[in-house]
């Protein structure tokens, strides 16, 4: 919504005023919170665990996960980026890579990539063939002896190069998941809060038809403050609580953070930037288009809303 908004400004300094403390000590902001944030998502999202950063969101849940499933092995996409800790490295292609490897419960599947990717827009079903790639990962990891906790993936991978998945991928690869006992978490940590501009979230792209069963958000949520989320089922969250060992975070879900959250969540609607978005990226893709036209070197422009990617090439036949 803009650096220093003055809206955001004004809620952090009236809320820092009167209180901020952990959130073991229960106060209405997080509660009014949760609430807003329920009517941007489907009905079934609806409990929330608030957070500092979008690292922190990923690793619980992947926890949810594991906790839910009993299972404990991950499919990813590749080249994805899910965060910086120990836990989120060991599912980033991106980093891990460079570092220490794929662990044995780390599966990576193709980025469903219509440009550059396996299959492409010329294949007679991409979203098919990408979605079989995953069923072949579990059928692979199954007879192993391994079992899917979670296919972790970005809504629309943004490390990986910009990537828009074609319509019904993720409902296909759901299906996969779902029947080898997993769960389908939608990283929206960069890539949600209206970005997209027709829909809230990005995962909305992929139909109606489609919801994940966590979502994770961080960085735009606080507007540059230190605030992060992950929305769950009831079932997923009850399993969780089963454990007996509460979640608990020192910071997350302070009022003062809720009370930021609340004024993006306001600011975007009072400013329309969700029609902006679409706005801005609309006339944004045009123009490259434009570009694309007389400027060999640029193979493909994709996007939606103010996510946009122009991909450089040396050869139009590669």
């Not at 957070?51 to 299972?71: I, K, M, P, W």
């Not at 990813?76 to 292609?93: M, Q």
């Not at 906790?149 to 319509?167: C, D, H, K, R, W």
Request: overall charge negative; hydrophobic content about 40%.
């Amino acid at each position: 919504v803009g650096h220093c908004h003055p809206d955001i400004v004004k809620a952090a300094h009236e809320q820092n005023q009167l209180l901020n403390t952990n959130s073991r000590y229960l106060h209405d902001n997080l509660v009014d919170y949760a609430e807003r944030l329920s009517k941007t998502l489907p009905e079934k999202l609806c409990i929330f665990y608030f957070l500092n950063s979008g690292s922190e969101a990923n690793d619980l849940a992947l926890r949810l996960a594991r906790q839910y499933t009993e299972h404990e092995d991950v499919i990813v996409l590749d080249h994805a980026y899910h965060g910086h800790l120990t836990s989120l490295i060991d599912i980033s292609p991106y980093k891990f890579r460079n570092l220490e490897g794929q662990k044995e419960w780390v599966h990576v599947a193709p980025v469903p990539d219509t440009y550059r990717g396996l299959y492409r827009e010329d294949h007679e079903n991409s979203v098919t063939a990408y979605a079989d790639e995953v069923k072949n990962i579990i059928e692979h990891a199954h007879k192993r002896g391994r079992k899917i906790a979670a296919f972790f993936a970005e809504s629309l991978p943004s490390v990986g190069g910009q990537i828009i998945p074609p319509a019904g991928y993720f409902q296909k690869v759901a299906e996969h998941v779902h029947k080898a006992g997993g769960v389908f978490i939608a990283d929206e940590i960069q890539v949600g809060f209206g970005r997209v501009g027709k829909h809230f979230w990005a995962f909305q792209l992929q139909g109606e038809d489609f919801i994940p069963d966590i979502v994770t958000m961080g960085k735009p949520i606080g507007n540059g403050h230190p605030l992060a989320c992950v929305a769950t089922t009831k079932e997923i969250a009850e399993a969780f609580a089963a454990t007996g060992v509460e979640y608990f975070n020192t910071f997350g879900g302070n009022p003062v953070s809720c009370a930021i959250g609340l004024a993006v969540l306001d600011v975007i609607e009072k400013e329309h930037l969700q029609a902006h978005a679409t706005e801005v990226g609309n006339f944004l893709m045009k123009i490259l288009k434009e570009q694309q036209i007389k400027h060999p070197i640029i193979g493909d422009v994709r996007g939606c809303g103010l996510f946009i990617g122009v991909d450089l090439i040396k050869d139009q036949a590669q």
